[in-house]
C-alpha cells in the first residue's frame, strides 16, 4: 500500500478540496477561506485551475492536495499561459512521508510536456527545499520593504498619550527627509486618487504600452486588476492611484490600508527610469497626508521599485518564506530567461492569495 495522486475534478471533488484545504490551515477565519477558494478556483478570469489530490491507499483517505492557477503572461514578448502554484496542504501525521514531492511532480508533469510553459510560486522556507529538490530554481527573494512616514505611533509608544508626545510628533514629521522633497521629481506627472474602484480601457492600453519593457511579466489587464483586487474577498480595503500626465494614464499604484498601515500591493508605469521615483515620492506623501504612519511595498529584490524604495529610506524587513521558485522545462527556449531575477516584474498582485 502506498500513495496514490490523482487529479482532481473541480466539480465533483469541490468538498474534498475544500475539506482538505481548511484542516490544514490552523488559524484564520474559514468562511474568508471558503470565500477566497470560490474566487480563485471558479471565477479565475485566465482559465480553470487544476488540482491533484493525495489518496492513501491502505484507508481510502484524502491526505493532502496541491493546486496551480492559470496566469497569462509575456515572456519575452510572446504571450504564453503559466502556472502560479499554490494551496499545498497535506495531513499532519503524512508530511514526512514524500507526499509533497509526489504532489509537486504531478504539477510539473504538464509543464514539461508543454502543457503549460513555466510554474512558479512563493513557497514557505520548508516546502522551498522539496521544489528545490526536484528540479525547481528558487531564483530570487520576494522582499518587504517599509518606511516610516509619520512619528506620531512611535512617540506615542514611548511616551504616551499626552500633550508631550503630540508636541515630539509635531516637530519631527515637520522635517522629511530630503529625498522626499517634491523639488526633486519631475512636476510633468502627477498623482491622484481615483475616485471609484474600477478599472477601465485606459489600465488595457497602459499595460499594452509596458509590457515588451519586461522580460517576464503576468497580463495586468482591466479584467485581471478588476479579479485580483474589486472581486479578491482578502483585499477589504484598496485605493487605486492614477499616475498621469495631462489625464493620460502613465501609471497606477494600488494601496492596501489596514490598521492604518499602507501598503504597494501593485504599481506600474510607462517607463521605470523615468517615473518611479516620482510616483513613489508622491505617494510617499499622499499617506502622510493621510496621517499614515508607515508604507511598505514587496516585490523582487533586484526589483527597479524596491532599488527605488531603498534610495528613499524604506529598509528590508523579514526574510522568512521569502523565496520565489520557478520551474521551466529544460528543453524551454523560455527557461533561461524564467530562471533569473532580474527578468521578472513582480509584485503582490503575483502571488496566489
Avoid at 495631462?246 to 517615473?275: F, H, K, P, T, W
Avoid at 510616483?279 to 499622499?286: D, F, K
Amino acid at each position: 500500500m502506498g500513495i496514490i495522486i490523482r487529479e482532481a475534478d473541480l466539480r465533483a471533488d469541490r468538498k474534498l478540496l475544500l475539506e482538505t484545504l481548511l484542516r490544514n490551515r490552523e488559524h484564520g477565519d474559514n468562511e474568508l477561506r471558503q470565500q477566497r477558494f470560490a474566487w480563485s478556483y471558479y471565477q479565475n478570469p485566465f482559465g480553470q485551475p487544476r488540482a491533484w489530490l493525495a489518496m492513501d491507499e491502505s484507508s481510502a483517505r484524502t491526505i493532502g492536495m496541491v493546486a496551480a492557477f492559470p496566469r497569462k503572461m509575456f515572456v519575452q514578448g510572446k504571450q504564453v499561459l503559466g502556472w502560479n502554484g499554490g494551496d499545498t496542504s497535506i495531513d499532519t501525521e503524512f508530511r514526512t512521508l514524500g507526499v509533497a514531492i509526489k504532489l509537486r511532480r504531478a504539477v510539473q508533469a504538464p509543464v514539461d510536456n508543454g502543457e503549460m510553459a513555466l510554474l512558479y510560486s512563493h513557497p514557505v522556507d520548508r516546502m522551498r527545499v522539496v521544489l528545490e529538490k526536484i528540479g525547481h530554481q528558487t531564483i530570487g527573494t520576494f522582499a518587504r520593504h517599509g518606511a516610516i512616514l509619520r512619528l506620531d505611533p512611535f512617540v506615542q509608544k514611548f511616551v504616551g498619550r499626552n500633550a508631550a508626545s503630540r508636541v515630539l510628533a509635531g516637530v519631527a514629521n515637520i522635517f522629511p527627509p530630503l529625498q522626499w522633497s517634491p523639488r526633486l521629481i519631475s512636476r510633468q506627472w502627477r498623482l491622484r486618487l481615483q475616485p471609484e474602484n474600477r478599472f477601465g480601457r485606459e489600465f488595457d492600453e497602459l499595460f499594452a504600452r509596458v509590457a515588451a519593457q519586461h522580460a517576464v511579466i503576468t497580463v495586468r489587464d482591466a479584467e485581471f486588476l478588476h479579479w485580483r483586487f474589486v472581486q479578491n474577498p482578502l483585499v477589504r480595503d484598496f485605493q487605486i492611484y492614477r499616475f498621469e500626465r495631462e489625464e493620460q494614464l502613465c501609471g497606477y499604484a494600488i494601496i492596501g490600508i489596514e490598521s492604518n498601515a499602507a501598503r504597494i500591493l501593485d504599481c506600474l508605469v510607462e517607463d521605470e527610469a523615468r517615473m518611479l521615483r516620482s510616483m513613489l515620492v508622491q505617494l510617499i506623501r499622499a499617506m502622510r497626508t493621510r496621517r499614515i504612519p508607515t508604507l511598505a511595498v514587496r516585490a523582487m529584490s533586484a526589483s527597479a521599485i524596491v532599488r527605488q524604495a531603498r534610495q528613499l529610506g524604506f529598509w528590508f524587513q523579514d526574510r522568512k518564506d521569502a523565496g520565489v521558485a520557478v520551474y521551466a522545462a529544460k528543453n524551454s527556449p523560455l527557461a533561461q530567461t524564467a530562471h533569473e531575477e532580474k527578468h521578472w516584474f513582480m509584485t503582490q498582485a503575483d502571488r496566489d492569495v
